[in-house]
């Protein structure tokens, strides 16, 4: 439950409906989040791809432009 409590707690009216994760505090529930292993994509539900919980994989390097 705590992590549902950190996703409620953590809402802005920006967030539209949806819970965003934001800062330090959003990459550390993100983190207990995969730890579950019960995260998942958002897919139709009519996909007919079997569906695999999302996993932590190594750091890569990256930028924005």
């Known amino acids: ?8 707690i953590g809402r802005t009216r920006n967030d539209f409906g949806g819970f965003g994760l934001h800062g330090e505090e959003g990459a550390d529930l993100m983190q207990r989040m995969l730890t ?3 995260l998942f994509s958002a897919m ?18 990256g930028r924005i432009e």
Not at 1 to 8: D, E, G, K, P
Not at 44 to 61: I, K, N, S, W, Y
């Open 36 to 38: 579950t292993g019960r």
């Open 1 to 8: 439950m705590t992590i549902v409590r950190a996703l409620v």
């Open 44 to 61: 139709p539900v009519d996909h007919d791809v079997a569906r695999r919980p999302l996993r932590e994989a190594q750091q890569r390097p």
